[in-house]
């Protein structure tokens, strides 16, 4: 018989599913890059003045796919004749791209129902994904080349592979259960920058939004100015739509301290615009705040970066729960750092050229926004964390209990102990075996008194030993005297006294009392300890006497 040996990639190896990767990215591109240009095309459609035909529409289309990765786009037909950069991100663009690219790498290394297919490995899956998604974006880049806004070849060999890279990657990371490193202090330093960079962002897009509803009827105006037909209408609005995360961007850098540049020489801070800023008309761009010195309002933002830092300190101190001060500063000290970076990253992303000249720049600028942040997390963030570490490991002081003046209460006492104890102070005799009673350091009523009275002797001295303990063939002699008496138990299987070695206490609610007698809890209280009660102060007691030898052990019986 002749066995046939199959090829790996007829088999469905490794080299099947970098190539299933592969073609994965590539997919991911094309989906991203058509759903765009559907949407050009049917704009251009529905214009009543189209400037050019379907191929200058497909070149727009090309154009802005690649400017939703950060790649800049070259104006060729300029009023002077000149090329001008457009660098402005509209990041709400980026969110197909990146999201499809992302989700290529996470199907790669997910399953599913083939459990038995062989997966790469996680590297060489976002290699293998990004591959392929550069692969349609190079033959984008050079298709773009030959139309009105061709891409700026620098920031395309920059920003397009660190873009697909670290979407794959996140891919990769969701698909493997969105691991954390495995020191405590990383991933809690990472979860902190989360949520601070979450806080800031919100916290600047509601800033924006009450700056632009404050400035609504500039706005209001800036947007009919623009548009013309209902198609003009659709596209600025879906190009303010475009631009939202970047107003969110905005308001946060803002917030921060540094602002934004509105044009080289101009600046929107806190505390005022200063210069004389090149604003083109647009109904978001209405929402800046007027010339001249900042009021409470303005100043009010400051509120936004600071919540973020004293969320992002609190998150690490409550993550911090043995570690020490030194490790708790440090862990807020990173999460400070990573919030920057990544506050440096959007901020890069929201601004850019919008021209030559005054427009050069426009929007915020990364490195004083990240150091921005930065500060406020290690400034406010770190002594935040250390206020929390402290607070929750503080330790619980018992408050100091008063003492209170003890009222007299009424113990009802059964009629058949009363009418014992008048019996027991009539005949003035008890059993020679009862010890002293226990006496309650609370007030004693005048009925219990006088049952005490009959129960212990009047001389105060002290009973003699149980004649009946063990009388004769070691059998001990019951007794009872009343509830606070019990016979001594015998000993298991003989019927005899406890032998030596047997623990007194073993049953747990009986006390070996000074004098050799034994009494149990009255009141059946499992906390009962002897020294809860003390003998009558108005019986005198005497000191108990010497031990006597002890009995020796009875002989047992013969066998026979």
Known sequence: MTHVTEHPLVRGGRSAALATACVRGGVAAGLGLGALAVLVIAAWISSPYPDSGAGGALHLAAGLWLLAHGVDLVRTDTLSG?????????????????????????????????????????????????????????????????????????????????VVVGAAGTGAWTALGRPLPGQRQTAAALRAVGLGLVTLLGGGAVAAAVSLALHARQAQAAYTGLVGEWSGSVTVLLLVLALLPNMAVWGAAYGLGPGFTLGTGAMATPLGLAGDPAV?????????????????????????????????????????????????????????????????????????????????????????????????????????????????????????????????????????????????AASGAMDASAPAPAIGLSTVPAVLKGLLSGLVPASGAVPPPVPGAAGAGGQAQPHTSGTFLESVPARAGTGQGPGPGVDPDADGDRYADPYGGRYTDPYDDSAFEPYDYLPAAWEPVSPPPPASPAAPAPPSPSAD
């Open 82 to 162: 000149l090329p001008a950069p457009l660098g402005v991100v509209p990041m709400l663009l980026a969110v197909l791209p990146v999201w499809l690219v992302h989700r290529a790498a996470r199907d790669t290394l997910d399953a599913g129902d083939e459990g038995d297919r062989p997966r790469p490995s996680a590297g060489a899956a976002v290699a293998a994904v990004a591959g392929g998604y550069l692969l349609v974006a190079a033959a984008t880049v050079a298709y773009s080349d030959s139309g009105p806004l061709p891409a700026d070849l620098i920031t395309a060999g920059l920003w397009l592979p660190a």
């Open 280 to 424: 083109p008309p647009f109904p978001l761009l209405a929402a800046l705040p007027a010339e001249g010195r900042g009021g409470w309002l303005h100043w009010a933002v400051v509120a936004v970066p600071l919540a973020a830092a004293v969320l992002q300190g609190g998150r690490v101190g409550r993550a911090a729960g043995n570690w020490t001060a030194r490790d708790t500063a440090l862990t807020a000290l990173g999460a400070a750092w990573g919030c920057g970076a990544a506050v440096a990253v959007l901020a890069g992303a929201a601004g850019g050229p919008l021209g030559t000249g005054r427009l050069a720049a426009f929007g915020p600028v990364w490195w004083q926004a990240g150091a921005a942040a930065v500060l406020w997390g290690a400034c406010v963030g770190v002594p935040v964390s250390l206020g929390v570490r402290a607070w929750g490991r503080r330790a619980l002081r018992p408050k100091p209990q008063r003492l209170r003046k003890q009222k007299s209460v009424p113990v009802q006492v059964p009629a058949s102990v009363v009418a014992g104890a008048e019996s027991g």
